[in-house]
């Protein structure tokens, strides 16, 4: 079966992030989500979701994804989170006869404003050309902690060598390019490494509230 889609709206919230921790809303939400998925309780499921996701999904509509993935996939027996980059939060969900991958996003009350399901698949481990190395960086200001990674090629401990900064795109992407929206490509990380084997540092790091950066502002006041 092919990626399911719901629905992406944009989100607004107002409360702190800690990445990499699933926050009590989320973990509600999550709960919620499955029990009344597992019990088919159309109404149940559709009384979670937001207003404005209410003007795009009719309970039919919900009923007959509901059938859909219980057909293809049966029961969702669990839900292990991954990760939030807000406003996503991963999950593996475990159900009978496969293994997906679950994105829940919450609009600022709480509610479901859209999810998704997508073939889950292990991390992969990235590996460094020979001679390359790589160290994590961080960097803390008043509101938020920067993770990041330098990767310096192999003349670098004896010479000076210029040094590319890589600034990750649009929406919840990571230092390695990949997003909880479905992009898993690694494609910062393979420019990295090939830029280290032409003999060029470089320096790649996760925006506030994406990966293992962390940001105490409300995710709107640091949007531009």
């Known amino acids: 079966m092919k990626k399911l889609l719901l629905l992406l709206l ?4 107002s409360y702190l992030l800690f990445a990499q921790v699933e926050p009590a809303n ?4 999550s709960t919620r989500f499955q029990k ?4 088919h309780a159309v109404d149940s499921l559709y009384s979670c979701f937001s207003v404005a996701a209410k003007k795009v999904i ?12 219980q057909t293809g996939y049966g029961k969702l027996n ?21 293994v997906m991958e679950m994105s829940l996003i919450l609009d600022s009350e709480n509610k479901i404003a859209g999810f998704y399901f997508k073939p889950y698949q292990e991390k992969a481990n990235l590996t460094l050309s020979p001679g390359l190395t790589e160290n994590p960086i961080e960097v803390k200001t008043a509101d938020a902690t920067l993770a990041g990674s330098i990767i310096l ?13 890589i600034i990750a795109g649009s929406g919840p992407t990571d230092r390695n390019g990949n997003s909880s929206l479905g992009i898993s490509s690694n494609s910062y990380f393979l420019l990295a490494d090939a830029l280290g084997k032409a003999g060029i540092a470089t320096l790649r790091y996760d925006k506030r509230a994406i990966g293992k950066s962390i940001s105490k502002k409300n995710v709107n006041d640091v949007r531009f």
Do not use: C, H, R
């Open 10 to 13: 944009p989100m607004f919230f």
């Open 26 to 29: 989320y973990k509600s939400a």
């Open 36 to 39: 009344f998925y597992n019990d």
């Open 58 to 69: 009719s309970p039919d509509k919900i009923a007959g994804l509901i059938t859909q993935l």
């Open 78 to 98: 669990t839900l292990q989170f991954i990760s939030l980059t807000l406003p996503v939060a991963s999950y593996k969900a475990g159900f009978e006869k496969s």
């Open 153 to 165: 090629p192999a003349k670098s401990s004896t010479a000076k060598v210029p040094v590319v900064l």
